[in-house]
């Protein structure tokens, strides 16, 4: 009897296996009458007031009910409402379903490369990388278990379409954004480590899009905590002098001087530096991560080196913005009538005591940013994956309100490390309000404060910065979302 080659009958099980797996992953035809058993079902379920008719809140009550609510009810509504009613109808509703599967199918088998009927862990990165998506086989692991409902590791067609069936995804660009972004919240601290994006997301304007929309929500955030900010910043330059100054004290006390507009003084420019600071920090990472990376435009960078590039281009953001902290410090602490506006305060500045005035207290604000970056950046990865450990069986994305949370605790742990650095920077971008005060340079600053008010007085006005944490988050939180569906970038995440 002859012997069988050892490959060849490697070769046969290996085409044996993928026979089975062809078998099993084999997707049913459109027209199966159990698909349209179901979907009249579930349309009987989601009819909530049985009119025949779901609108948005029935879809969204009964998705959630089941486990499969996305934030994007409203686009399912309106890509599905032919009539323009509002609502969906029966016709609507499977013409919709029919529609996105055959969206999905076509997704499917762009990502099965191998055609064996099943997506597994190299053809996820394989696809992500030719969108100019680098993913890690953890990361790429991560979500192929929030697919996977037999266990096996490989996604067969029903588990694809049953993932993504209720969230309009129109493209592979898309699911790709749709596993792989986060969100940009800016609570009026610094915004550590800037968004990546890929080489497509540039070159079609999302990048700029997705930028604006942060900057909107950063405007209408800090313009909502403003009267906070401006107490923060009362009670940093003013707690020696300010007796048993508190927040309803240091309120009160600003409002008689000027009224309640008094509030919003400063508001203006610390609005007006949003936009800059966020396109110079986003560029400057940008360039930095490319000589990270030897000039070279693929890969990723690490949490270290995203850390490092981070808090350089913070850095740089801040070197050339600088002077409108100072100016936003001054119009922040200014008597009722003392300036005009913002050039007029930049003119006085510049007359009376000159141009170097423009960058007080720059030492510890560039010092600053780098426990904050390094705390803020540890503490959000660790809290991140964390969920991620915990949640990988049910999403491979942590979600918005994940990462909100995440952002919020994070912010807080970085600004406790930086907070006396930056009460130091206000005091000397301040030191000319007070006519006649010696100038005191970073560490004599630091001398003064705890001899006169102890260690405790390194924190003072830190309550009001924590009191406007969770209200700036919410504000940014809703405006962000409006924005990006505004300008084109929701991704249905």
């Known amino acids: 009897m002859r012997k069988r080659n050892p490959g060849s009958v490697l070769e046969l099980v290996r085409h044996a296996s993928m026979a089975l797996r062809r078998a099993r992953c084999q997707d049913r035809p459109d027209s199966d009458p159990d698909r349209e058993r179901c979907w009249t079902e579930l349309f009987e379920q989601l009819d909530l007031n049985k009119d025949g008719r779901i609108d948005v809140n029935e879809l969204r009550t009964g998705l959630a009910a ?24 029966f016709q609507e509703f499977t013409e919709y379903l029919r529609a996105q599967e055959k969206q999905l199918r076509l997704m499917f088998r762009s990502l099965d490369r191998n055609d064996d009927g099943c997506i597994d862990l190299s053809e996820i990165q394989q696809s992500m990388r030719s969108l100019g998506v680098e993913v890690t086989t953890e990361q790429a692991s991560r979500i192929l278990q929030s697919m996977d409902q037999d266990g096996t590791m490989t996604i067969d067609w029903n588990e694809w379409r049953d993932h993504f069936l209720f969230n309009p995804l129109h493209n592979m660009e898309e699911i790709a954004l749709y596993w792989k972004h ?20 540039r070159k079609s304007g999302f990048v700029w899009r997705q930028l604006m929309a942060g900057a909107m929500a950063g405007s209408v955030s800090r313009t909502g905590t403003a009267p906070l900010d401006r107490l923060k910043v009362f009670l940093q330059v003013h707690g020696s002098g300010a007796g048993r100054a508190s927040v309803w004290s240091g309120l009160r006390e600003m409002v008689r001087e000027g009224g309640l507009t008094a509030l919003w003084r400063g508001n203006g420019i610390n609005v007006l530096k949003i936009a800059p600071e966020t396109a110079i920090k986003f560029l400057a990472y940008e360039q930095i991560k490319l000589l990270m990376k030897g000039g070279k435009a693929g890969g990723t960078l690490g949490v270290q080196e995203r850390f490092v590039a981070g808090s350089l281009a913070g850095a740089t953001a801040q070197t050339i913005i600088y002077p409108m902290e100072v100016l936003k410090t001054r119009l922040t602490l200014r008597k009722t009538g003392q300036f005009s506006g913002m050039a007029d305060c930049a003119w006085h500045i510049l007359r009376m005591e000159g141009l170097r005035t423009f960058y007080k207290g720059y030492l510890p604000n560039i010092l600053g940013i780098l426990p904050y970056a390094g705390i803020d950046l540890a503490v959000y990865e660790t809290l991140k994956n964390a969920w991620l450990q915990r949640n990988t069986a049910s999403s491979a994305d942590p979600g918005v309100l994940v990462l909100v949370g995440c952002g919020t605790v994070s912010s807080t742990c970085g600004q406790l490390a930086s907070y006396p650095l930056a009460l130091v920077r206000t005091r000397m971008q301040a030191q000319a309000t007070a006519t006649g005060s010696p100038q005191l ?20 006005g830190i309550a009001p910065n924590f009191l406007k944490v969770i209200p700036a988050v919410s504000i940014s939180y809703v405006v962000y979302e409006r924005m990006r569906r505004a300008l084109g970038v929701a991704v249905g995440s």
């Open 66 to 89: 089941r486990g499969l609510l996305r934030t994007a009810v409203e686009e399912i509504v309106e890509a599905g409402d032919t009539n323009q009613d509002g609502q969906l109808d």
């Open 182 to 201: 986060s969100l940009m919240l800016d609570i009026g601290e610094h915004l550590t480590i800037p968004d990546e994006f890929t080489e497509q997301e």
């Open 441 to 460: 340079s970073m560490l004599g600053q630091f001398r003064t404060i705890v001899s006169q008010e102890g260690v405790m007085g390194l924190y003072r």
